[in-house]
Nanobody, 121 residues
Framework: QLHLVESGGGLVQAGDSLRLSCEVSGRAVAYYFMGWFRQAPGKEREFVAAISWDIRRTHYADSVKGRFTISRDDAKNSVYLQMNDLKPVDTATYYC??????????????WGQGTQVTVSS
């Protein structure tokens, strides 16, 4: 059982950067494929980025490639999302998720409560 807590959201201007953190407890994050998702008001939740359990593979949505970077620090049992050059369309609640999988998961078993990111123009 994983317990995920996101932090680092806030209100920023277009072009600014934010770093989201996901603190994991319950089990070692090293066993899990970890991902970030987001959901804007009135829209469905969408995939943002994911990182494999062995840290060898990362995956990104086309909309964030080149701007966002996912990373993990297994010693701190945490996952991060560095977001650069933020745009108003990035405004959403961002969720951390985890599951045991050797390949990019289609579903995740564990979810955090989310952290709000608001980007003003």
């Amino acid at each position: 059982q994983l317990h995920l807590v996101e932090s680092g959201g806030g209100l920023v201007q277009a072009g600014d950067s934010l770093r989201l953190s996901c603190e994991v407890s319950g089990r070692a994050v090293a066993y899990y494929f970890m991902g970030w998702f987001r959901q804007a008001p009135g829209k469905e939740r969408e995939f943002v980025a994911a990182i494999s359990w062995d840290i060898r593979r990362t995956h990104y949505a086309d909309s964030v490639k080149g701007r966002f970077t996912i990373s993990r620090d297994d010693a701190k049992n945490s996952v991060y999302l560095q977001m650069n050059d933020l745009k108003p369309v990035d405004t959403a609640t961002y969720y951390c998720a985890g599951t045991i999988s050797r390949e990019l998961p289609k579903e995740y078993d564990y979810w955090g409560q989310g952290t709000q990111v608001t980007v003003s123009s």
